[in-house]
């Protein structure tokens, strides 16, 4: 099991907070809080060693599209980085409606 | 036929949280410890396993149909829903405090989504202490609104809360339902693949599923997969109000069926259909007829030893399976009943002859019980507190009323009826005795098919209700209490002895289907268990999770000597002084060890969130 952060410079804030997807195999949970500034995104995952592909899904994320900031907490349990995409996406969705 | 199939929301289909918020009046619902509160399971993350931040178990507040309720929604898809020490502990926590809320004439009911597998194997102990608590709480929670089970599938319910879904008022459930106490896989492991293939699915579902188990009575209402339906149902269920008789109470049927019936071949589920139906709707006979007669015989194990040792060799009571020994004998100043499962190598009922406890074993454990305190009624020819007399040769109906009339004049200790809620009539309130020593539950294909879940759950019921009603009852861990077994005739008492000895073990199960199941190797949970107290075997593993009120060293403990017997005997009284000293009637001394405090975080947020 390891934990990994990362930061992205954000435009704006969340509005709300949302929850994406469940630890289950394959899956992961997202759970998004607004924050101010930048986002911060802590990783807690079974699967060891996969740091450099994590960053690599986060920084297309980001670089895609303005996001605003927010604290996010994911617990994943082997995701794939499309499955991985899916449910941040999720997240922000659902905290932009809220 | 394409429109309607296309307009139908599937129930199943849906998540957790989504399931619970389908089921609450529109705007009325409010997530308590909500994943954002962040208490997780402090056990998982050390066996590398990832903690959800809910640990898989929803609650929300809200009204139903107009009335307050709390819905507890297990989560299927996190560790087969799997009950853990925090998930455990939500829900016991939201049904203490819904009783609370009744006690205060808010009438907040119960529905628990069931999606779960039982005890979550990487944390056993605080799983099985959790559910116990869900059992207690649930059986308060009954004597004011109904509490609903939906079991809707596809994990189904089993283990611990196959036996809490047995307590509730009522049962709801789909085709794609599964309830029983063991699952397959846990079967094929302790008896075979003959006694039962788990990878025959059409067999298993005629065998446990929901439409066998509405078929049989043991579940009250079918629903399509459809969410329309099954929030009619639910709707149905609560708008029927507490039944007259709770299916857990109902003894006297269960008893003279499974008398008259031929345990081997097992019988097809399609007859076993047909005999628990007339099990349940068997009208209710008085406590004390019925039982088949009972040889004296029984094999010897240390349960047996003990329970001679403790009364001094006084007879068990007849009209008993020879596997249950019920005996009248004296504790201290006063009359006790012991109790105790032994082994019975001639049983009709094969799978019981090792001592597990099974369907005859079930049944009777809650009728020995009920009969004690059906005795002690007022009314039963004993000076009356105050309480409505209750004729108590009417059997289990007459029990389940009489002392739910007790225990809500007695309420909740200091506060109601003034003084310390003790009386005349309390102090006459006898002492059980409980001596564990049992392997596990039975696992068999006739067990499973006839309830065995259920008939757990009638001696939990009576368990708690003899606790509630203010009898001192004390668990004795002479030997093994694993499992089923325990969760049934230990997990209610107000308190648990336990002897320090290397015999002594206490577990959720057997060492290798706990490896079958987790997926790994006996000798790899052996090195977890070292390092995760709540999954060790040992009884002073067990101590350190708070949940004994004493140990004791024995100099013999297969065959106690008299100095063994006359230090249990000193344990017990000071057990039954220190239970009529204490004016709660709950489990909550069980919590407050270091190794169990996420339990009472998990209380204490839940207090701070419900109220407001």
Same mark, same amino acid.
């Given at each position: ?5 990362f ?24 759970l ?6 930048r ?27 303005a ?5 996010i907490?994911?617990d ?8 991985v995409?899916l449910?941040?996406?999720q ?8 | ?10 129930f ?10 389908a089921l ?10 909500d994943p ?37 929604a ?5 560790q087969?829903?799997?009950m853990?020490?925090?998930?455990g ?34 944390e056993a102990?605080?799983?099985?202490? @959790? ?9 308060e ?23 809490a ?26 008896? +075979? ?21 509405h ?11 459809d969410?329309?339906?099954v929030?009619?149902?639910l709707l ?23 008398a008259g019936?031929?345990?081997v ?8 259909r ?11 006979a ?8 009972a040889s ?11 329970l001679?040792?403790?009364?001094d060799?006084?007879p ?11 005996v ?30 099974g ?25 009356s ?11 289990a ?9 007790m ?9 109601? +009826? ?16 409980a ?12 067990e ?5 879940? /259920? ?14 009603a203010?009898?001192?009852f004390? +668990?004795?861990?002479v +030997? ?16 648990l ?32 268990? @070292? ?18 009120? /004493?140990t ?31 004016a ?29």
């Open positions: 099991m390891e934990t990994i952060s930061s992205y410079a954000a435009q704006g804030a969340a509005k709300g907070r949302a929850i994406a997807g469940v630890v289950a195999s394959g899956d992961l949970q997202v998004l809080e607004p924050a101010a500034g986002t911060e995104i802590r990783i807690t995952t079974s699967v060891d060693g996969k740091a450099a592909v994590w960053s690599a899904v986060l920084d297309r994320l980001f670089a895609s599209a996001l605003p900031a927010a604290r907490d994911i994943d349990c082997g995701a794939t980085p499309g499955v995409r449910r941040i996406e997240a922000f969705e659902e905290a932009g409606a809220a | 036929m394409t429109s309607s199939l296309l307009q139908r929301q599937s199943i289909e849906l998540d957790a949280r989504a399931r619970a918020l609450l009046d529109a705007h009325s619902a409010r997530e308590l410890l954002f509160d962040r208490i997780k399971s402090p056990w998982l993350p050390r066996q590398g396993i990832v903690a959800q931040a809910d640990d898989g178990v929803v609650v929300f507040k809200g009204r139903i149909d107009g009335r307050p309720a709390v819905v507890l297990i989560d299927g898809a996190y087969g829903g799997s853990g020490e925090v998930g502990a939500k829900i016991a926590a939201a049904l203490e405090l819904a009783v609370k809320d009744n006690l205060h004439g808010m009438p907040t009911c119960g529905v628990l989504l069931l999606e779960t597998g039982g005890v979550r194997l990487q102990n605080l799983g099985l202490a @959790a559910i116990a608590d869900i059992h207690a709480a649930l059986v929670l009954r004597r004011h609104q109904p509490v609903v089970g939906i079991i809707a599938g596809p994990v189904g319910c089993y283990g611990g809360m196959g036996i879904a047995g307590l509730c008022s009522y049962l709801i459930v789909t085709r794609e339902a599964r309830l029983g106490l063991n699952g397959p896989a846990v079967i094929e492991q302790e008896a +075979g693949i003959d006694e039962l293939d788990s990878h025959d699915k059409p067999f298993i579902w005629s065998l446990t599923g929901g439409e066998q188990r078929a049989q009575g043991l579940a009250d209402e079918f629903a399509a997969d969410v329309v339906q929030r009619e149902r149905g269920c609560l708008r029927r109000g507490l039944p007259f008789i709770h299916r857990s109470q109902q003894c006297s049927g269960f008893v003279r069926m499974l019936i031929e345990p071949p097992v019988p097809e589920p399609a007859e076993m047909s005999m628990v139906r007339a099990a349940l709707g068997a009208a209710p008085r406590s004390g007829a019925a039982a088949p007669s004296q015989r029984s094999s010897a194990s240390r349960g047996a030893a003990w001679a040792g403790l009364t060799n006084a068990a009571l007849a009209g008993f399976p020879a596997t249950v020994r019920v009248d004998a004296p504790l201290g100043n006063e009359q006790a009943r012991y109790i105790a499962v032994v082994p019975d190598e001639a049983n009709r009922f094969p799978r019981v002859r090792n001592g597990e406890m369907l005859e074993e079930g049944w009777h454990l809650a009728r020995a019980i009920r009969q004690w305190c059906e005795r002690d009624l007022p009314g039963a020819g004993q000076a507190g105050g309480a409505t007399p209750v004729d108590t040769g009417g059997g109906t007459a029990v389940g009323v009489g002392k739910d009339a225990a809500m004049s007695a309420g909740e200790g200091p506060t109601a +009826g003034g003084g310390a809620g003790k009386s005349a009539t309390d102090a006459a309130l006898r002492p059980i005795v001596v564990l020593d049992v392997p596990s539950q039975a696992y068999g294909r006739l499973e098919g006839l309830g065995l879940h /259920q008939a757990l759950a009638a001696v939990v019921d009576a368990a708690a209700q003899a606790r509630l203010g009898h001192p004390i +668990g004795l861990i +030997g093994k209490a694993i499992s089923g077994g325990f969760l049934a005739l230990g997990c209610q008492a107000n308190r002895i336990a002897l320090r000895d290397p015999g002594v073990q206490v577990h959720a199960m057997g060492k290798a289907s706990a490896a079958r199941i987790t997926q790994r190797t006996v000798e790899q949970l052996e090195t977890l268990a @070292a390092a995760v107290p709540p999954m060790a075997y040992d009884i002073d593993s067990y101590a350190g999770l708070g949940m004994l009120w /004493q004791m060293q024995a100099r013999n403990a297969d065959q106690p000597t008299v100095e063994d017997l006359a230090a249990a005997r000193v344990l017990l009284c000071e057990a039954v002084a220190d239970i009529r000293a204490d709660r009637r709950d489990l909550s001394s069980r919590l407050g060890a270091e190794n169990r405090s996420a339990s009472s975080r998990v209380r204490e947020r839940m207090r701070e969130l419900w109220g407001e």
